[in-house]
C-alpha cells in the first residue's frame, strides 16, 4: 500500500510519520507538498504535527485553505484512512472533517510528556489492533490541545462511540478528557498524541506501533475484498 | 533628520553614542586615512563592540586547545565541527542571549534559540537539538518570576515551532543574577563529515543574496547594547522580534539550496546584522564585497543606509550563490514563499563598499573591520586567595537533606522541561532530566550525547578550579550515558571587563578551562564571550558554560540516570569517597553565601572515571549511572531512588564525617546500580582503569533512604524526598498570574 504524508508550511512531525510508517509498516511512504490537489494514488493520509503556518491566527485555521485540504476531504468521502495527529487534527477541525475544536490548554502552557491514553473502542481502522479499554503510552506536545464541542456533539461522540482516545490523566483541560475522535463514518481519526513518537524501545513506548498496523490492516483488507 | 557630518562626528564625539571610546575613533580616522561618515563610524561601532570583536577576551582565548583529530572545524566559523565516525560529523555552538532576555525575556530568549539555529544551519547541518542554560536571581521575587516563566515561554515558542527538540540544559537561581540572568542557547546538528559549508564570500563576481525577512528598524544596535552597562537603561526597540515559522521555512530552503551545491557562503545577518554578515564573510575569503542597499527589502519605506547596516531584524540569511546557479536557489526559495534580493557581489579589492541611490555611502577597508579590531590586554588583578572555611554541623541531617531537595538548584525542573517538546524528530533516546541527553542519528546505530554545565560558585571561589570543573562536570555528563565526549563549545559570562578583579576571574577561569580541556582531550570548537553582565555597578559571578558533545555507538549501549526496576541492585560509588564541603551548595546554605574552596578535582582521576563510565555502558555492567554534582552523594541517591520509585540503604566508610560524605561535591564521582550478578564484572572494570569503587549499599523494598555512619543512622523518608524535589519550583510559582500582570 502507499502512504501520503502531507506537509504544510511548517509542519514538522512529517519526517517523524514518515520514518515511522516505513519502520512499522515496510510501506512506500511519499511525503506530499500542501499545494497537491490530487490524493487519489494513496491508501491512507497522515496529516502531520507541526505548527503549520506558525500558527498563526489560530492552530490550523490557514493550512484549511490549503489546496492539498480538499484533496483530504476528497479520499475521506471515498472512505480512505486519513489520520491528523496534533496540528493535524487541529487542521482537520478546522476544515470540518471532524466536529469540535482545539483551544489552548486550560494552564496555558505548551505541554510535553508521554501521556497514558484508554483506547475506547476498537471499532476503527486506526484502533483494531488493541483491545478496548486498553491502557496505552503515547507522547503528547502541544500548546492547544484542549478539545471542545457543543453538548449535542459529544453526546452523538458518545452515543456512537466514536471517542477513540481518552486521556487517563487529562494534561489540558480537554471536555470529557477527549484525546481523539473518529468522524460518522469512521474512517477519518483526529487525536492529539504523537503515535509516530512511540514505535521503538528507546522512544520510550512501543504503543503507537498498533496504531499504524491497524490502519494497513484495514486498508490491506479492504484491498482483498475488492 | 539629517545625519551628523564626518566632522561633526569628530567635533562632537558623536562617535561615543555609536560605541567606539575616544582611542578607537582614532584608530579608526587612521585606518580609513580620513574621517569616517556616520553610516562607517555606525559600522566600526558595532563590529568593534565586545560582543562581534572579542576585544578584551581575545588574547586570553587563544589558550584554548583547538585541535585533535575529531575536530573539523574550530572556532572562527559560524558553529564547530567534531567527527563523529562513519561519514558523519556533528555541528554545534552556544551562543548568550543575556542582555535582551533582561529587557524583554519571551522575544530576548525565542531569539536566541533562533539566531544559534540559523548558525549550525549555515553549516549544512541538520540542527537536531536544543539545550538551555539559564540562570536567574532567587524565585522569591516577582519580577525573577517573570522572567523566568517569560524565558522558558520564550524558548519553547521557538524551538517548539521550528521542530527541533529541546533536550537538555540547566537551570540555577542565585542573588548573583537578580538583575542580571543569563540565557545560553545550544544547538547541535549533524553532517555528511565532507559537507561542511562555511561562510564565506568567495569567487571574484558571484552574487550576493539577502534572504528571509525584510529589513526593518528592529534590533538597530542590539550588538553594542549587548556590550554596555545596565541594559535597562538602554531602549526597549534594540531588542529583536523572531518569527520561528519563517526560520523554520528557511532552514528547510537553505538545506534544500545548500544540498545542491550551489552555495559558495552562507551567513545568518545575527547581532550587527547585514554589517557583520558581509563583513566577516569577506574577511574569511580574503577578499572584498560590494552591497547596492537601493535593492534590500525592507519593512518601512524611508530607511537610511545606516539603518539597513545596522538592522537586526531576525530571520534574514546572506548568501553567495556561484555564478550561473541563481535560478537554482530562486525555484526552491519561491516554492517557501520567501523572498530573495541580489544585493551585491563579491569583490577582490578587499574592501566592503556600500552603494545608495548610484552613491557610494561607505568604503571599509575588511582587514580593519575584522582583522584589524582593537584587541586590549585589560589589566588583571591579583588571583583570587580562597580561604578556609569553617562549616556548621548541621543538627538535623535528614532536614539538611531535604532542604538540599527543595532547593530550586537541584529540585525537579519538569516544570521547565515540559513546556519544550522534547520529542519531535523521533530521535530523543534519553531526554531531560538525565545527566546528558542522547538523540540518534537517523538510519545509524549511533547517538550524539549532549549536556550542558556551570556552577559560578565554583568559578567565584577559585576561577581556575571552577573553570576546570565546568569542563569536567559536562564532560562527564556525557560519558555517564557511555558515550565518548569528544569536544565542548561555550559561553563565559562575566562581569564588566574593565575591571581589572573581572580581567583575572575570565584570564584564571579560561586557564581553568583549557587545562581540563587538554586532560580531557575535549578541545573547544566555537564558543562566545559575554561581558559586561553587570546592574548597577554589581558584576554577577563568573559564569563559564560549557557544553558538550560525545558520541555513542550502539545506541543498546545508553545509560539512563535512575533504573526502572531498581530492587536488589547494587549501589556503587565510582571515585573518591570524600567528606569535605569546600564549595558545596551545603555550605552556602549553611554560611549565607560560597565559603571556601572549589570543590576537589583531579583531573587525571576524572579521565579515568570517564573512560570507565563508557566502559561500563560498552559491556552492560551497570543498569543505571548518575553523576554526582551539585548537592553531593545524597542528592545523587535521592534522584536515583525517585526516579526508580525505589527506597535504598547504604553504609558510609568509618570515620568520615557524615554532613561532609552526604554533601560533599567533590569532582570525579558517580554512583551506579549494578545487578549482583554483573557486580564482578564491575569492580573488575574499576580495578583495571584505577578508579576507586566501593558496593555501598543496595536498593531495597522500604519505602525511604537510609545510611548508616558508624552507628549512627540517618533516614529519610522517599516520600517526602520525593515531595520536596518535585513541589518545590511549581510552589514558587504559584502566585504567577497576577504577578506578571503586575510587573509588566
Not at chain 1, 201 to 214: A, K, L, P
Not at chain 2, 149 to 172: L, M
Not at chain 2, 442 to 464: C, E, F, I, S, W
Request: net charge negative; glycine share 10%.
Amino acid at each position: 500500500m502507499r502512504w501520503a504524508v502531507v506537509v504544510f508550511p511548517g509542519s514538522n512531525c512529517d519526517r517523524d510519520a514518515e520514518q515511522a510508517i516505513r519502520l512499522v509498516t515496510g510501506d512506500a511512504v511519499d511525503l506530499v507538498w500542501h499545494d497537491a490537489e490530487d490524493l487519489s494514488a494513496y491508501d491512507a493520509i497522515v496529516l502531520p504535527g507541526g505548527f503549520s503556518y506558525g500558527d498563526y491566527l489560530r492552530a490550523g485555521a490557514i493550512a484549511r485553505f490549503s489546496p492539498v485540504v480538499r484533496a483530504v476531504a476528497r479520499e475521506a468521502e471515498r472512505g480512505k484512512p486519513v489520520i491528523g495527529i496534533c496540528n493535524g487534527f487541529q487542521i482537520l477541525t478546522e476544515a470540518g472533517l471532524l466536529p469540535g475544536a482545539l483551544l489552548a490548554n486550560h494552564h496555558l502552557q505548551f505541554r510535553c510528556e508521554i501521556a497514558k491514553l484508554r483506547v475506547e473502542t476498537n471499532d476503527s481502522p486506526f484502533t483494531r489492533l488493541y483491545q478496548p479499554g486498553e491502557v496505552i503510552r503515547i507522547p503528547i506536545a502541544h500548546g492547544e490541545g484542549r478539545y471542545h464541542a457543543e453538548p449535542e456533539v459529544l453526546d452523538e461522540l458518545r452515543r456512537d462511540g466514536r471517542v477513540a482516545f481518552r486521556y487517563v490523566e487529562n494534561p489540558n483541560g480537554s471536555v470529557d478528557d477527549i484525546a481523539g475522535i473518529l468522524n460518522a463514518r469512521r474512517n477519518v481519526l483526529g487525536l492529539m498524541p504523537h503515535p509516530e513518537r512511540a514505535v521503538i524501545d528507546w522512544m520510550g513506548s512501543e504503543d503507537g506501533i498498533r496504531m499504524f498496523q491497524s490502519i494497513r490492516a484495514h486498508v490491506e483488507e479492504g484491498q482483498t475484498h475488492a | 533628520m539629517r545625519e551628523p557630518t564626518p566632522e561633526e562626528i569628530r567635533d562632537g564625539a558623536i562617535y561615543r553614542s555609536l560605541g567606539l571610546s575616544d582611542s578607537e575613533y582614532e584608530r579608526v580616522v587612521e585606518k580609513l586615512g580620513r574621517l569616517p561618515n556616520y553610516v562607517e563610524a555606525g559600522i566600526f561601532g558595532v563590529l568593534w563592540s565586545e560582543h562581534c570583536s572579542y576585544k578584551s577576551s581575545k588574547v586570553h582565548l587563544r589558550r584554548f586547545p583547538t585541535t585533535g583529530p575529531q575536530v573539523l572545524q574550530g572556532p572562527g566559523e559560524n558553529a564547530g565541527v567534531v567527527d563523529i565516525g562513519d561519514g558523519w560529523a556533528v555541528a554545534f555552538k552556544m551562543e548568550s542571549h543575556n542582555h535582551p532576555s533582561a529587557v524583554e525575556p519571551y522575544q530576548g530568549a525565542a531569539t536566541g534559540v533562533g539566531g544559534i539555529l540559523r548558525d549550525i544551519f549555515t553549516m549544512g547541518a541538520r540542527p537536531i537539538a536544543f539545550l538551555d542554560s539559564l540562570r536567574f536571581g532567587p524565585l522569591d521575587d516577582a519580577r525573577t518570576r517573570y522572567l523566568f516563566a517569560q524565558v522558558v515561554a520564550g524558548i519553547g515558542g521557538y524551538g517548539n515551532c521550528v521542530g527541533i527538540p529541546t533536550v537538555g540544559g540547566e537551570v540555577q537561581f542565585s542573588p548573583t543574577y537578580r538583575q542580571n540572568p543569563l540565557v545560553n542557547a545550544m544547538c547541535v546538528g549533524i553532517l555528511p563529515a565532507h559537507g561542511i559549508v562555511r561562510g564565506e564570500a568567495k569567487g571574484v563576481g558571484n552574487p550576493v543574496f539577502v534572504v528571509g525577512a525584510r529589513t526593518g528598524r528592529d534590533g538597530i544596535h542590539g550588538a553594542t547594547f549587548a556590550s554596555a552597562e545596565d541594559p535597562e537603561e538602554k531602549e526597549r526597540s534594540a531588542v529583536q522580534v523572531g518569527d520561528p515559522f519563517l526560520g523554520k521555512l528557511l532552514m528547510e530552503a537553505c538545506l534544500e539550496l545548500i544540498a545542491t551545491g550551489a552555495v559558495v557562503g552562507i551567513q545568518d545577518m545575527g547581532a550587527a546584522g547585514l554589517t557583520s554578515s558581509s563583513a566577516e564573510m569577506a574577511s574569511r575569503a580574503g577578499g572584498g564585497i560590494e552591497l547596492v542597499l537601493d535593492r534590500v527589502p525592507v519593512r518601512e519605506t524611508g530607511m537610511t543606509p545606516y539603518e539597513m547596516m545596522l538592522s537586526e531584524s531576525q530571520e534574514r540569511m546572506l548568501v553567495v550563490l556561484e555564478r550561473g546557479k541563481e535560478e537554482v536557489a530562486f525555484a526552491i526559495f519561491r516554492r517557501y514563499g520567501l523572498e530573495v534580493a541580489d544585493v551585491g557581489r563579491v569583490t577582490d579589492d578587499g574592501m566592503l563598499r556600500l552603494l545608495w541611490h548610484g552613491e557610494v555611502v561607505a568604503e571599509i577597508p575588511v582587514r580593519a573591520l575584522v582583522d584589524e579590531a582593537p584587541v586590549y590586554e585589560r589589566p588583571v588583578g591579583p588571583p583570587v586567595s580562597s580561604k578556609r572555611a569553617s562549616i556548621p554541623e548541621p543538627s538535623h541531617l535528614a532536614e539538611a537533606w531535604l532542604s538540599l531537595m527543595r532547593h530550586p538548584n537541584i529540585a525537579d525542573k519538569s516544570w521547565v522541561y515540559r513546556q519544550y517538546d522534547t520529542m519531535v524528530r523521533a530521535q530523543t533516546a534519553l531526554g531531560p532530566g538525565m545527566d546528558a541527553a542522547l538523540v540518534k542519528v537517523p538510519d545509524l546505530d549511533k547517538a550524539v550525547a549532549m549536556a550542558t554545565d556551570g556552577n559560578a560558585r565554583y568559578v567565584r571561589l577559585n576561577p581556575r578550579k571552577g573553570g576546570a570543573i565546568a569542563v569536567a562536570e559536562a564532560a562527564r555528563n556525557v560519558a555517564a550515558v557511555g558515550a565518548r565526549p569528544l569536544a565542548i563549545t561555550n559561553c563565559l559570562n562575566f562581569g564588566n571587563p574593565e575591571k581589572p578583579a573581572v580581567m583575572r576571574q575570565l584570564s584564571d577561569a579560561i586557564d581553568g578551562m583549557a587545562e581540563a580541556c587538554r586532560a580531557l582531550d575535549t578541545p573547544v570548537v566555537s564558543g562566545n564571550v559575554s561581558l559586561y553582565n553587570e546592574s548597577r555597578g554589581q558584576d554577577i559571578d563568573p559564569t563559564p558554560i560549557v557544553g558538550c558533545v560525545g558520541v555513542l555507538d550502539g545506541i543498546f549501549r545508553r545509560m539512563p540516570s535512575a533504573p526502572r526496576e531498581a530492587r536488589g541492585l547494587k549501589l556503587v560509588i565510582l571515585g573518591r569517597e570524600d567528606d569535605d564541603l569546600d564549595g558545596s551548595l551545603f555550605a552556602e546554605l549553611a554560611c549565607g553565601e560560597p565559603v571556601g574552596d572549589a570543590p576537589y578535582l583531579d583531573l587525571a582521576a576524572e579521565r579515568r572515571l570517564h573512560e570507565l563510565l563508557q566502559r561500563i555502558a560498552a559491556e552492560r555492567a551497570a543498569v543505571a549511572v548518575h553523576d554526582v554534582s551539585e548537592g553531593g552523594l545524597a542528592v545523587a541517591i535521592a534522584e536515583m531512588a525517585i526516579g526508580a520509585g525505589c527506597g535504598a540503604s547504604l553504609a558510609a566508610p568509618d570515620g568520615v564525617r557524615p554532613a561532609g560524605w552526604l554533601f560533599s561535591e567533590a569532582q570525579g564521582r558517580a554512583i551506579a546500580a549494578v545487578s549482583p550478578d554483573a557486580l564482578d564484572a564491575l569492580l573488575h572494570l574499576a580495578r583495571a582503569l584505577d578508579v576507586p569503587a566501593r558496593v555501598a549499599g543496595e536498593f531495597t523494598d522500604a519505602p525511604c533512604l537510609e545510611v548508616s555512619f558508624a552507628g549512627d543512622l540517618v533516614r529519610v523518608s522517599l516520600a517526602d524526598l520525593e515531595e520536596a524535589y518535585r513541589t518545590a519550583i511549581p510552589s514558587l510559582l504559584r502566585q504567577d498570574a497576577v504577578d506578571s500582570r503586575a510587573t509588566l
